[in-house]
């Protein structure tokens, strides 16, 4: 690896952190920050725009974002990767895991997150995205 390999993943496990950070501390500006204009995150059967965020954060519960460090797979200004995802409700300390699959690409302001999909590991064993059902949760917008 080359210093600019070590660079870019540096400069994307901060993103990821700052991400994290965001959420815990329900920062939405931050979280938005780290996408791209165009950036999606995907839970619930759904995919949200920037625009649905700050209603898709206000209605999900708060606590701590706990994450590990990312798998990444960069080439040039382009790239994807996995990250594990331990969050825990701050009113109950009741907890759900899995993981996030990205995309992510450079930007005149550096790395940004162009996709972001949550996958949920299950008691049961299962493996999904979310339940599409949920009623808390806003409807993305079109």
């Given at each position: 690896?080359?210093?600019?390999?070590?660079?870019?993943?540096?400069?994307?496990?901060?993103?990821?952190?700052?991400?994290?950070?965001?959420?815990?501390?329900?920062?939405?500006?931050?979280?938005?920050?780290?996408?791209?204009?165009?950036?999606?995150?995907?839970?619930?059967?759904?995919?949200?725009?920037?625009?649905?965020?700050?209603?898709?954060?206000?209605?999900?519960?708060?606590?701590?974002f706990?994450?590990?460090?990312?798998?990444l797979?960069?080439?040039?200004?382009?790239?994807?990767?996995?990250?594990?995802?331990?969050?825990?409700?701050?009113?109950?300390?009741?907890?759900?895991?899995?993981?996030?699959?990205?995309?992510?690409?450079?930007?005149?302001?550096?790395?940004?997150?162009h996709?972001?999909?949550?996958?949920?590991?299950?008691?049961?064993?299962?493996?999904?995205?979310?339940?599409?059902?949920?009623?808390?949760?806003?409807?993305?917008?079109?």
């Amino acid at each position: 690896m080359d210093q600019s390999q070590i660079a870019d993943i540096i400069e994307i496990e901060q993103l990821l952190a700052r991400y994290a950070v965001g959420m815990t501390q329900n920062d939405i500006e931050a979280v938005i920050d780290v996408f791209t204009p165009d950036g999606t995150y995907s839970a619930f059967g759904s995919t949200y725009r920037l625009t649905d965020f700050p209603a898709l954060v206000e209605a999900a519960p708060k606590g701590l974002f706990l994450t590990g460090t990312p798998l990444l797979d960069l080439d040039n200004d382009t790239g994807t990767g996995r990250q594990t995802l331990c969050f825990v409700d701050q009113t109950n300390h009741h907890m759900r895991i899995g993981w996030y699959t990205d995309s992510y690409c450079r930007t005149e302001v550096g790395w940004r997150l162009h996709t972001r999909a949550m996958t949920f590991l299950r008691r049961s064993g299962a493996r999904d995205s979310g339940k599409p059902h949920d009623p808390t949760r806003p409807t993305p917008s079109s």
